[in-house]
């Protein structure tokens, strides 16, 4: 089982609707999130961070955790064509000094004007 | 604040070459963690330096190596170059310790092994 999960997509959405972004993770203890955006030939870029569970909003993107379920998604409204791109969901599944981080492959975004 | 820099850009290299490649990292942070990503995939953890020490490794042949300065800039060293080497590598700083984690990335370099 991999242990950062999500959709490669792509996922398609018209401009101005809600994007809606999912990754499972497989390490109960994992503490730290993240959603990343990587435009292609690009370097990834932060998106979101997130560490308790619940909902973290900021602007146009709401990331939300849920550690039993072992679930945290990214939800993009009002989404722009310029939004159009993979969506990188990355864990760090210790706590303390090593900051290595868990990737998923990532969903491909295409938001249709 | 400087963001994080790295250098080269590109580099195309044969077979059995070697490459360095260097990162600078963002002002204020002691922590640079070196990742590749091939075309497709997410990136792949190859190793990450604290205040000098390397602090992690992940399922890399020894050939991939790496060191810190002082100034907490960053090399990686990878010798006898293989085809499959060709990807994107990434660098990414943080300030370390226990107050935060996030890793803020570089532009990277793609490297392209003939």
């Known amino acids: 089982q991999k242990e950062v999960e999500q959709n490669s997509g792509p996922l398609s959405v018209p401009e101005g609707a809600i994007a809606s972004l999912n990754c499972t993770y497989s390490?109960?203890?994992?503490?730290?999130f993240f959603w990343y955006r990587q435009y292609s030939g690009k370097s990834p870029e932060l998106i979101m961070s997130?560490?308790s569970n619940g909902d973290k909003e900021d602007g146009r993107f709401t990331a939300q955790l849920n550690k039993a379920s072992q679930y945290v998604s990214l939800l993009i409204r009002d989404s722009q064509p310029s939004d159009s791109a993979t969506y990188l969901c990355?864990?760090?599944?210790?706590?303390?000094?090593?900051?290595?981080?868990?990737w998923g492959l990532g969903t491909s975004l295409a938001v249709n004007p | 604040e400087t963001g994080v820099t790295q250098s080269p850009t590109h580099l195309i290299k044969t077979r059995g070459q070697q490459v360095t490649l260097r990162c600078s990292s963002q002002s204020g942070h002691n922590t640079v963690s070196w990742y590749q990503q091939a075309l497709g995939q997410g990136p792949q953890f190859i190793f990450q330096y604290y205040r000098e020490e390397e602090n992690g490794r992940g399922n890399f042949p020894p050939r991939f190596s790496g060191l810190q300065f002082p100034n907490y800039s960053s090399e990686l060293n990878v010798n006898a170059l293989e085809l499959d080497d060709s990807a994107l590598y990434l660098c990414a700083s943080s300030e370390g310790g226990i107050s935060t984690d996030t890793q803020y990335f570089g532009p990277g370099t793609r490297l392209t092994v003939l």
């Open positions: 390490d109960r203890v994992s503490q730290s």
């Open positions: 997130i560490y």
């Open positions: 990355a864990v760090n599944p210790l706590a303390g000094n090593n900051r290595k981080l868990i």
